[in-house]
């Protein structure tokens, strides 16, 4: 599967898949929504995207895979429950041969939420320090 380039959207990126990994895909996306229904949706770096206070994560649709992008913190705080995945420092790798771990995704996207949640409520105490 070639990568999708220059799509403006999410539905766009998805449209553009394959429909075995659409279905993926929606669903990683629906987890996201359900889990954070105020994060906001962008294409970042030619992949689907959500913020809140700041980037929350990315995700994207691969030849044999589907890459989530939860960043380095997250990939250590499921260590043990990722044992079963390729990851790297800030990624981690669904295979298409595999089930997609829903409630594992679901718990990711929660502590990324958790997480970014906490440095922005730092950073506005710093800020209202004079």
Do not use: W
């Amino acid at each position: 599967m070639e990568p999708l380039r220059n799509t403006q959207t999410i539905d766009e990126y998805i449209s553009g898949c394959p429909l075995t990994v659409q279905e993926r895909l929606i669903k990683i996306r629906s987890i996201v929504k359900e889990s954070v229904p105020d994060a906001v949706e962008k294409i970042s770096y030619g992949m689907p995207a959500f913020i809140l206070h700041g980037m929350l994560l990315y995700f994207a649709a691969h030849t044999r895979h589907i890459g989530l992008y939860p960043f380095a913190t997250a990939i250590e705080a499921f260590r043990d429950e990722l044992k079963g995945y390729k990851t790297a420092k800030g990624s981690i790798q669904f295979p298409y041969d595999k089930p997609l771990p829903v409630k594992l995704i679901s718990q990711i996207v929660k502590f990324r939420v958790s997480e970014n949640r906490m440095k922005a409520e730092l950073k506005a105490k710093h800020k209202s320090k004079p």
